[in-house]
Each structure stands twice: as C-alpha cells, then as structure tokens.
C-alpha cells in the first residue's frame, strides 16, 4: 500500500528522453531542454527521493566512448540530483569483457571510464559463477537463477562483500540466503 502510494512511474518508452545530445556544427554534448522538463515534473511529486534513469542509453547523447561526452551527461545527472534534492540512480550496461570475467570492478561499466569515474556509487549485477555456484553448492542447472551484486564503488562508506540475490517468481530479485544453504547441507 505504502509503495503504490509513494512510487510514481512514468514510462518514456518511444519518447525522445536526450538529457544531453550533440552540438553538431561544435560537435559538443550540450545539456538539452528534456533535463528542466524532468526536474519541474519531479519538483511537482511531494517528498521526492529517488529518482531511476533507465537505461543511461535512452537518456545520453553524445559517444559513449568519449571522456568528454560522458562527463557532460554525468554533470546533467548531477544538476537534476541538485536542482530536485533526489538522489538519481542511473541503470546503465556492462561490457562484454566484464561478463566473461570473474572479478566485477568499476571497469565493467560499457563506454568510458569517465562515467564510472564521475558517479559516487556503483554496483554490479553479474552472473553467479561456476566456482561460485560450487562454492554454494548450487546445482548447474539452477546457476542462471543467481545473480552477484558487488558495490565496486562507493565513494561515502566502507567496501562491503558481493550479495547474492534469486531470481523469483516474474523475475523479481530477493536476497538469496546461501549461508543458509550451506548451514543445512552441512546438517544433512
């Protein structure tokens, strides 16, 4: 009840959402009107606190490759984070490398470091691995249900140990309990 009464969702699918976008007779990333648009509709939501841009790509123009364009779309974030008091939360892609791997860091975020760089707080969402899946006596049939979450950047508090969440029933993701597992395996 409190969640239906405190979330509002607007869905921008098939809209144009640019935050930033290129100046093409400069070829510079310019914040765009879309960016007030956004902050006088959050300023009208009592009590706002959190505002989710997803997927960073639908909302960012510009290269996402270039140093440049990134930081720009990072200072926009920033001014909408000011201007409305919210906190912003940006979902934005890994890269294909980071998917192989094992060890989920700040690099795993696709485009330019700039982006990792000028954010305060990052986490990964990554596959369970083999070895973890082993480790937590997770069948392999059962591995695509798990998922890593590692918060590899996190510029206001201590580092604090990867969580494992499962997948649920319409995909929702609830902490796993895996200690748990392990506790009644070594029962059995």
Do not use: C
Not at 34 to 52: C, E, G, V
Request: charged letters at 30%; glycine letters at 6%; aromatic letters at 6%.
């Amino acid at each position: 009840e409190t969640l239906q009464s405190r979330l509002f969702v607007r869905s921008m699918v098939g809209d144009i959402n640019l935050m930033t976008a290129v100046e093409p007779m400069r070829n510079t990333v310019y914040r765009t009107p879309y960016a007030d648009k956004l902050i006088r509709t959050a300023q009208d939501i009592p009590d706002l606190k959190l505002i989710i841009v997803d997927p960073a790509s639908h909302f960012r123009g510009g290269d996402e490759n270039k140093a440049e364009d990134m930081t720009r779309f990072v200072e926009v974030l920033e001014y909408v984070s000011k201007q409305t008091g919210a906190g912003v939360l940006v979902i934005h892609h890994a890269n294909k490398a980071s998917m192989r791997g094992t060890e989920q860091d700040q690099s795993a975020a696709r485009g330019s470091s700039a982006f990792s760089d000028g954010i305060r707080w990052q986490m990964n969402l990554a596959a369970m691995t083999k070895d973890e899946a082993k480790a937590h006596d997770i069948p392999e049939d059962q591995r695509h249900l798990f998922l890593s979450a590692s918060q590899t950047k996190n510029n206001y508090a201590p580092p604090r140990p990867p969580v494992f969440l499962r997948r649920g029933e319409g995909g929702i993701l609830v902490k796993a309990d895996l200690a748990e597992r392990a506790k009644r395996k070594e029962e059995t």
